[in-house]
């Protein structure tokens, strides 16, 4: 029998998706499930957007232009400008979500064997782009001690060497939510201007920041406008997760014209998505402002509640939607699975997502789990109540019983 590339040996598994038949083999047991693995708004898309799509009048369904229809990027440039970011259309490649687009600069900039810096825990499929393009992550690891501050310039000067070709970060970060403060900002433009290197910058969740602190993108750093690859999409602050829309952004001639050859080897960006993406960005401002609010409130009701449990400790996300939290487990991996494959309280249960998956070094964050709150007030305490329960239960085990189930009839959990 052939065997399968070693490239995709290398590929991790998602840990985000990766415990999806648990899940879907304990909903056909009947339980209940408060999905808290997954950054999918449960928000409505905006209206405007869904009135585009309902009322598409084209005869044909053809091919977009590789970069995306210009009208789109016009409206994104004049969306950027809120944000002090002055782009042209010919900056912005329309791409198929925010993932093509990481994938897109990374085979773009990188050569194989080539080396960049990744401040971690980071987004999981950072990893797996990596690999398709035969790069390498060296990551420079923050701690939830430390609020997941990014690390002090030495940190990253310790990995630098003749492979090294860029640094990527996440800001709003998923999956900490932390917020790089001005100096950090700074701090990396030094480094990206000492040692010539690409700064790949992930933006997609600037809508979600609460605190004082303000918004600094890669874009606003001085005299690395040629060094500076944006990410971005519309799933998160339009919830339009599945319409697969994102951009790659630069002012560098070079690099996107490289990206464009991807872009036409795979043809165009989806054509019906850019159509609501171009729609939403006319949503009206209340509803940009009705969603900040209710993430504002969900975070203090998740956070809250979490450092409320016994032995769980999160730090204050300042952006995105999300939160890496230390459990009271020795092995969140085991943890997670058990909650979807042998618990149950009340007839539910919860989805999280291992931490380890957010570390390249598998040793890491083995206590941690990355929770969203992308679900209801109402269904967030059920589900921190769940949590609790499923806590308690998992750590009365002994070595030499099986996992505890507690069904609507088992009742408390000292009974």
Known sequence: M?????????????????????????????????????????????????????????KILEYSPSDGYRSLREKLAEYYAQYQINLTPEDIIVTA?????VLFAFMSCLNPGDEIIVPEPAYANYMAFAISAGAIIRPVV?????????????????????????????????????LYTRREMNSIRDLVLKYDLFLFSDEVYREFIYTGSPYISACHLEGIEQHVVLIDSVSKRYSECGIRIGALISKNRKVRDAVMKFCQARLSPPLLGQIVAEASIDAPRSYGAEVYEEYIERRKCLIDGLNRIPGVYSPIPMGAFYTVARLPVDDCDAFCAWCLSDFE???????LAPASGFYTDPGLGRNEVRIAYILCKEDLKRA????????????????????????????KPDE
């Not at 997941?148 to 709003?172: H, Q, S, W, Y």
């Not at 499923?390 to 069904?407: C, F, G, I």
Request: proline content about 8%.
């Open 2 to 58: 052939p065997e399968i590339s070693q490239r995709a040996e290398l590929m991790p598994a998602s840990p985000i998706r990766k415990l999806v038949p648990l899940a879907e083999a304990a909903r056909a047991r009947g339980t209940k499930i408060y999905q808290l693995n997954i950054g999918q708004p449960d928000l409505p898309t905006p209206q405007v957007g869904l009135d585009a799509l309902k009322n598409i009048d084209r």
């Open 97 to 101: 979500g925010g993932s093509e687009a």
């Open 142 to 178: 923050s701690t939830i001690e430390q609020g997941f501050a990014l690390p002090d310039v030495a940190e990253f000067e310790k990995l630098i060497n003749e492979r090294t070709r860029g640094i990527l970060i996440c800001n709003p970060n998923n999956p900490t939510g932390y």
């Open 345 to 351: 309280y009340e007839g539910e249960t919860v989805m």
């Open 384 to 411: 921190l109540v769940v949590l609790a329960k499923a806590l308690e239960a998992y750590n009365r085990r002994t070595d030499n019983k099986q996992p505890v189930s507690q069904s609507s009839k088992a009742g």
